[in-house]
């Protein structure tokens, strides 16, 4: 059956394009629900004080912002559904009582949001694939100009970005500011006490007495994740090679997440440690004093992996009740030897124009040490969120829908 075109639809509460992929057969209400039957055989049910809630229309939602401009102690007390039917084109008309409003919704959008037969995906997240040295040898590779100029492009790397927690770009434009141009494809930089943008070169020998970072000496830096000092985690790091000439340096990348499920399989004492002993971490600096207190291992409210922060060499001393001291060290020991074996690791060198972007939450990153004798090297890089990576999937998901319908 062909869809009618954008312009017979009703509105929705958003920006986004809504296919139309089964049609409503009938519509019944008992005042309190409403039912639908669609053509494939579901069955639907909606609540009217929901539908009334997500009306679009300019009493409930501002038809510009699509924000809400109704509030929940506007609705009536008692309201209820006095009709519903199905128009011709296929959208479902609603009258609520008292009111005698009649709403029209759209019917990709109703299908789309159905919560009555179990709840729908209204982030978008993307599930994480763990995995090791011997499931992925190399980050997920693209082409960084492409990724620039391409929204097809940007959108794979930023989906495979959000799956395995790492992509690499090749042959960015070596210049001061092309990391900054690849974080602002994708949304908003996060500013820090390193600056909106930082650089990772070693120090010259006369400053480091005042260097503020391991990271600008030219030792080994351990696998670790950034700024677990602070409250809010950055969720995503993007590091651009400008130029690399030196030896050694070679870059390290662990999931992160697939460590901390080895451990939950393996040994339930360490997994207690990790993921309910709390940690401080701190930012030791002459102006600065930044201070968290987190496991090694943060779940969410089901007990699944949300972040790790692992920013080992910003550890307080720890400030754990007597007898957990001992457990902590020791779950602290099992995740960072994991981390600094072969077993988990990608490593590989950074070529002039390579820009890596990883979640920060999940991914530790690290390196080998290297000679800063015998040449030069230097990486620009900057803070995000993982919610703009997630933000922008959305948003050029949305506009493939829209010139497919088109």
């Excluded at 809504?18 to 039957?37: C, H, K, L, N």
Aim: a negative charge; hydrophobic letters at 40%; glycine letters at 6%.
């Amino acid at each position: 059956m062909d869809a009618p075109s954008d312009r017979a639809w009703p509105p929705t509460p958003d920006f986004d394009t809504w296919p139309v992929e089964f049609r409503p057969v009938e519509a019944t209400t008992d005042g309190r629900i409403v039912t639908i039957a669609w053509d494939d055989g579901r069955v639907s049910r909606y609540h009217a004080i929901w539908l009334r809630d997500n009306a679009a229309e300019p009493q409930t939602h501002n038809p510009v912002t699509r924000e809400q401009v109704g509030h929940p102690w506007d609705l009536p007390e008692y309201l209820a559904v006095s009709a519903v039917t199905v128009a011709e084109n296929g959208s479902v008309e609603v009258t609520f009582a008292p009111e005698g409003v009649t709403v029209a919704y759209h019917p990709g959008w109703l299908r789309a949001l159905d919560y009555s037969n179990g709840p729908h995906d209204d982030l978008g997240e993307i599930a994480p694939t763990c995995w090791d040295a011997r499931s992925l040898d190399i980050p997920p590779t693209f082409d960084g100009p492409d990724c620039l100029e391409d929204d097809g492009t940007l959108l794979a790397a930023l989906k495979s970005l959000m799956e395995f927690g790492i992509v690499r770009l090749r042959q960015v434009p070596t210049d001061e500011t092309a990391v900054q141009r690849v974080a602002e494809r994708i949304g908003t930089i996060r500013n820090s006490n390193f600056g909106f943008l930082f650089d990772v070169r070693t120090a010259p020998v006369a400053s480091r007495r005042s260097a503020d970072s391991n990271a600008y000496f030219a030792g080994a830096l351990a696998p670790h994740t950034d700024l677990a000092t602070r409250e809010y985690e950055p969720g995503l790091q993007l590091l651009h090679c400008l130029v690399n000439t030196t030896r050694g340096g070679r870059a390290i990348y662990v999931d992160g997440f697939a460590i901390a499920d080895r451990i939950r399989k393996t040994d339930a004492d360490l997994w207690r440690a990790i993921t309910q002993i709390e940690w401080t971490f701190t930012n030791r600096s002459p102006v600065t004093d930044y201070r968290w207190r987190a496991p090694l291992v943060v779940l969410d409210g089901a007990g699944n992996l949300r972040e790790i922060r692992a920013t080992t060499f910003l550890r307080g001393p720890l400030n754990v009740d007597f007898a957990d001291v001992e457990a902590a060290y020791a779950g602290l020991r099992a995740f960072q030897t994991l981390a600094a074996g072969d077993r988990f690791a990608v490593t590989f060198d950074y070529a002039p124009g390579d820009l890596v972007a990883f979640d920060n939450r999940r991914i530790l990153h690290g390196r080998t040490a290297f000679d800063d004798a015998t040449g030069e090297r230097a990486l620009k890089g900057c803070y995000m969120e993982r919610e703009e990576v997630l933000s922008r999937i959305r948003v050029l998901r949305r506009a493939i829908r829209a010139t497919s319908a088109a």
